[in-house]
């Protein structure tokens, strides 16, 4: 299994090498990745690497898709949105109808589909009972009324899936999620590419739900209200996920600033030679080897189906504080070249901070850790 992970992970790292790190700046002007990079990672496997083969999958596990995240971590990319695609993969295999399973997840495998979710309100964020979009039966389908914001992969995406309001007097038995397929889709509208500080090559969005159609069998599972449960049940594999993406921006933020440090001298001496640089490198060096063992705990709960909501929320909210604060430490030995962007340090700053707040700010992921105590 190790070595052939490793066989894996040597054809992932060429294929962002030679896929992905060229293109970065062009995709932060055109504020999105090619249509064509879904393409050729559908080609080489790497999209769902985790999904069984019966539905089109690379049929690994999900120590597959961790590396996917790693080897996009080490190279400093936050453009592909393979990780949304990946989570709305997971909707559909654990929650899904059979026939739902069938139909997207092969397409959503070689990248003829690129997927979306579409939770954020301008009114309702990380509470997903203040959700006001709308799916109001009409014979045989539902018509969807709403907006979203902040929804990646929104620009290109070809299938949303949408958390509505199905009844909107049941509280959080009311939820349901609705599959969109946004080709030739009358009233779905993607507005504007949204300008964020930071991760300006991923294309996140405003989505816009007038009068949209879809079919009855358009609802995940097959049956009305379950939305919130199947929220919290999914919701883990995402925050597992931005733990593994979290980890892997501190080890790269570690190997170029000792890098840098090395090379930089100050006062006739290289940066590193200076007391204060060595122990500020030996804190960040300890507690990225921390939280390389505290991930690597959760990828092997995930292979063996024990990962639960409490440990997902310590994953994501620690190592995403830290990967912020590890960073800012990195920047400060860069000095003023650390303000410059040119320099990929600057750039993992602006980058990180949104990993606080998506997959639910940090804050409700220590209400959820406090339930349990």
Same mark, same amino acid.
């Given at each position: 299994?190790?070595?052939?992970?490793?066989?894996?992970?040597?054809?992932?790292?060429?294929?962002?090498?030679?896929?992905?790190?060229?293109?970065?700046?062009?995709?932060?002007?055109?504020?999105?990745?090619?249509?064509? +990079?879904?393409?050729?990672?559908?080609?080489?496997?790497?999209?769902?690497?985790?999904?069984?083969?019966?539905?089109? =999958?690379?049929?690994?596990?999900?120590?597959?898709?961790?590396?996917?995240?790693?080897?996009? =971590?080490?190279?400093?990319?936050?453009?592909?949105?393979?990780?949304?695609?990946?989570?709305?993969?997971?909707?559909?295999?654990?929650?899904?109808?059979?026939?739902?399973?069938?139909?997207?997840?092969?397409?959503?495998?070689? =990248?003829? @589909?690129?997927?979306?979710?579409?939770?954020?309100?301008?009114?309702? =964020?990380?509470?997903?009972?203040?959700?006001? &979009?709308?799916?109001?039966?009409?014979?045989?389908?539902?018509?969807?009324?709403?907006?979203?914001?902040?929804?990646?992969?929104?620009?290109?995406?070809?299938?949303?899936?949408?958390?509505?309001? /199905?009844?909107?007097?049941?509280?959080?038995?009311?939820?349901?999620?609705?599959?969109?397929?946004?080709?030739?889709?009358?009233?779905?509208?993607?507005?504007?590419?949204?300008?964020?500080?930071?991760?300006?090559?991923?294309?996140?969005?405003?989505?816009?739900?007038?009068?949209?159609?879809?079919?009855?069998?358009?609802?995940?599972?097959?049956?009305?209200?379950?939305?919130?449960?199947?929220? @919290?049940?999914?919701?883990?594999?995402?925050?597992?996920?931005?733990?593994?993406?979290?980890?892997? *921006?501190?080890?790269?933020?570690?190997?170029? &600033?000792?890098?840098? /440090?090395?090379?930089?001298?100050?006062?006739? #001496?290289?940066?590193?030679?200076? #007391?204060? &640089?060595?122990?500020? +490198?030996?804190?960040?060096? &300890?507690? *990225? /080897?921390?939280?390389? /063992?505290?991930?690597?705990?959760?990828?092997?709960?995930?292979?063996?189906?024990?990962?639960?909501?409490?440990?997902?929320?310590?994953?994501?909210?620690?190592?995403?504080?830290?990967?912020?604060?590890?960073?800012? #430490?990195?920047? #400060?030995?860069?000095?003023?070249?650390?303000?410059?962007?040119?320099?990929?340090?600057?750039? @993992?700053?602006?980058?990180?901070?949104?990993?606080?707040?998506?997959?639910?700010?940090?804050?409700? @992921?220590?209400?959820?850790?406090?339930?349990?105590?």
């Amino acid at each position: 299994m190790c070595s052939e992970l490793e066989s894996f992970r040597d054809a992932i790292r060429r294929f962002v090498e030679s896929e992905v790190t060229p293109h970065q700046e062009r995709w932060k002007k055109q504020q999105h990745v090619d249509r064509s +990079l879904w393409n050729k990672g559908g080609e080489m496997g790497m999209l769902l690497a985790d999904i069984p083969e019966e539905y089109g =999958g690379s049929g690994g596990s999900f120590a597959h898709q961790a590396v996917v995240f790693e080897e996009l =971590g080490y190279a400093g990319d936050m453009a592909f949105g393979i990780h949304v695609h990946a989570i709305v993969a997971h909707y559909i295999l654990n929650q899904g109808t059979e026939a739902q399973k069938k139909k997207y997840l092969p397409l959503m495998a070689s =990248g003829e @589909m690129i997927a979306a979710i579409a939770m954020s309100e301008p009114g309702a =964020g990380s509470d997903l009972k203040g959700i006001r &979009t709308s799916a109001v039966r009409d014979g045989d389908g539902y018509r969807i009324n709403g907006s979203k914001i902040f929804i990646s992969n929104g620009y290109l995406a070809d299938l949303v899936v949408v958390v509505t309001k /199905t009844d909107p007097d049941a509280g959080s038995k009311g939820v349901s999620l609705l599959l969109v397929e946004t080709k030739n889709c009358p009233g779905y509208r993607v507005g504007r590419i949204l300008e964020k500080i930071g991760q300006k090559g991923q294309d996140t969005c405003e989505l816009f739900f007038d009068d949209v159609r879809v079919p009855a069998d358009a609802v995940l599972g097959g049956v009305e209200g379950k939305g919130f449960y199947q929220l @919290m049940t999914e919701l883990p594999y995402e925050r597992t996920i931005l733990g593994v993406a979290g980890v892997a *921006a501190i080890e790269r933020a570690l190997r170029l &600033t000792i890098e840098y /440090t090395k090379e930089r001298k100050a006062f006739g #001496q290289a940066l590193i030679e200076m #007391q204060n &640089t060595r122990f500020v +490198l030996a804190e960040i060096k &300890t507690e *990225a /080897t921390i939280a390389r /063992t505290f991930i690597d705990r959760c990828i092997v709960d995930m292979l063996e189906g024990r990962m639960d909501t409490e440990l997902a929320s310590m994953a994501k909210y620690w190592i995403s504080d830290l990967q912020c604060k590890v960073i800012d #430490q990195c920047l #400060q030995l860069f000095g003023g070249y650390g303000y410059m962007l040119e320099y990929p340090i600057a750039q @993992m700053y602006v980058d990180a901070r949104v990993q606080r707040i998506y997959g639910g700010a940090n804050e409700i @992921m220590k209400e959820i850790i406090s339930r349990s105590l």
